[in-house]
């Protein structure tokens, strides 16, 4: 019988630091036990406290001045240990010139910048106080997001981002330059020179872009200046971009010869892609990108009419998507993913819309300098008995490859960068 001394210990401190950690994960949006954790003693007081302060979000009440978050910081308890900043709908009214870089002045261990709706200008009286030198390259983050933002023009985007002097992975999903510029795209990438004077983002190394572009075509421009301006052409290595418009697709990959050190292109899923503009794929080149180890190609999420007129039409528009980035890839690549989508409740868009001997013909000599081709099935109607038909109609369908490369099918099951974020 046990005795109350003989009781097993219960004491926390007994547990190893990851297991504690782990079980404090349990609550990071718990934040009244988070709160009851720091009091309980001294072993779980840093843990618990560090998750209750690590992440700050602020939604603007309404045309509110984003001073009040400076001041809100100000007297902030552990500024130190908020690592994540997420700001919504502040709008012009966060003056990226004054305000945003008092705000990460306040926030030494910040390593990602969530901003919702930003539209990057000076709104606030700091102009009167020019003239200033605005801080160059000072902060560092490991990931900065930027959700539907709008510029004057490409300028104050440079502007902004001239703060930093590292992006591990920068995402851009949906933006509009107010004052637009036409895009300068594959002429402009002739003549680097000209973007590359008097900007002072000659610090800026950015190593991982998420671009998902608006029917503005806007995008590209924006990329087009971030990778001819600062030297992220240089540090680039990977790339995810889906854009809604060729024009910004052509734009992109004219650049791409320019970051020797890319290795990985994602192209990814696009959503109301202008088939007219299909003309523009034909102009696409990744040949030059000779460090370029893995592609990504996704074909279209909306079902393209499978009505029998249209049905030749539709093989047509889904399989130019993947043969025109395949067929154009460089030797250096080794790993090839395509994402094919299956719409339809029937399970006929896989049947209907791809013509799979063209695609076999196409990727049985691209599967010799390959070490895996990965097929993978994005299937609205989720259920795991559709997988094992899908996959095995798949099979079915690309056998021949079998045997050229490591063939894989596989279930789409991560959702595509914009839709996570
Ligand atoms: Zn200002």
């Known amino acids: 019988m046990l005795s109350f001394n003989s009781t097993p210990s219960l004491d926390h401190?007994?547990?190893?630091?990851?297991?504690?950690?782990?079980?404090?994960?349990?609550?990071?949006?718990?934040?009244?036990?988070?709160?009851?954790?720091?009091l309980v003693c001294r072993s779980l007081l840093h843990p618990s406290r560090s998750r209750l302060f690590r992440s700050v979000f602020r939604k603007s009440r309404g045309g509110e001045n984003a001073g009040t978050i400076l001041f809100e910081l100000q007297v902030h308890p552990f500024p130190e240990l908020v690592r994540t900043l997420e700001l919504s709908a502040f709008g012009q009214h966060l003056c990226t010139r004054h305000v945003l870089p008092a705000i990460l002045m306040h926030l030494p261990n910040l390593d990602e910048l969530k901003l919702w709706g930003l539209e990057t200008r000076c709104s606030c009286d700091g102009a009167s106080r020019e003239p200033e030198q605005l801080p160059r390259g000072l902060f560092q983050l490991r990931k900065l997001e930027l959700h539907h933002l709008a510029h004057r023009t490409p300028d104050a985007f440079l502007d902004f981002l001239g703060l930093f002097s590292e992006i591990d992975t920068l995402s851009i999903n949906c933006d509009a330059i107010l004052i637009h510029?036409?895009?300068?795209?594959?002429?402009?990438?002739?003549?680097?020179?000209?973007?590359?004077?008097?900007?002072?983002?000659?610090?800026?190394?950015?190593?991982?872009?998420?671009?998902?572009?608006?029917?503005?075509?806007?995008?590209?421009?924006?990329?087009?200046?971030?990778?001819?301006?600062?030297?992220?052409?240089?540090?680039?290595?990977?790339?995810?971009?889906?854009?809604?418009?060729?024009?910004?697709?052509?734009?992109?990959?004219?650049l791409l010869p320019h970051c020797p050190n890319l290795r990985h292109v994602d192209f990814g899923q696009w959503l109301t892609f202008d088939q007219k503009d299909y003309h523009l794929w034909d102009r696409l080149s990744l040949r030059e990108c000779g460090s370029l180890e893995e592609c990504t190609v996704a074909t279209t999420l909306c079902a393209f009419s499978i009505l029998f007129t249209e049905a030749i039409e539709s093989k047509l528009q889904q399989n130019m998507a993947i043969i025109n980035v395949l067929s154009r890839l460089p030797p250096s690549v080794r790993h090839v993913t395509i994402i094919f989508n299956e719409t339809d409740p029937d399970m006929g868009t896989l049947r209907d819309c791809y013509d799979w001997k063209q695609l076999c013909d196409m990727l049985e000599p691209l599967c010799s300098q390959l070490r895996t081709l990965t097929l993978k099935i994005s299937d609205i109607y989720d259920s795991e008995s559709r997988f094992a038909q899908l996959k095995e109609f798949v099979e079915g369908k690309t056998a021949s490859l079998r045997g050229k490369a490591c063939v894989r099918i596989m279930e789409q099951a991560e959702r595509q960068w914009w839709y996570a974020m």
Do not use: K, M, W, Y
């Open 13 to 38: 401190t007994d547990l190893p630091g990851d297991i504690l950690e782990c079980i404090l994960d349990n609550f990071v949006n718990d934040r009244r036990t988070l709160a009851s954790c720091t």
């Open 181 to 254: 510029l036409p895009i300068r795209g594959a002429a402009g990438v002739q003549d680097p020179s000209v973007f590359t004077d008097g900007t002072g983002l000659d610090q800026l190394c950015i190593r991982s872009a998420n671009i998902r572009g608006s029917t503005a075509a806007t995008t590209s421009c924006l990329l087009f200046h971030i990778l001819l301006v600062t030297p992220s052409a240089q540090s680039l290595r990977t790339l995810h971009a889906t854009f809604d418009c060729a024009a910004d697709l052509l734009a992109c990959t004219a």
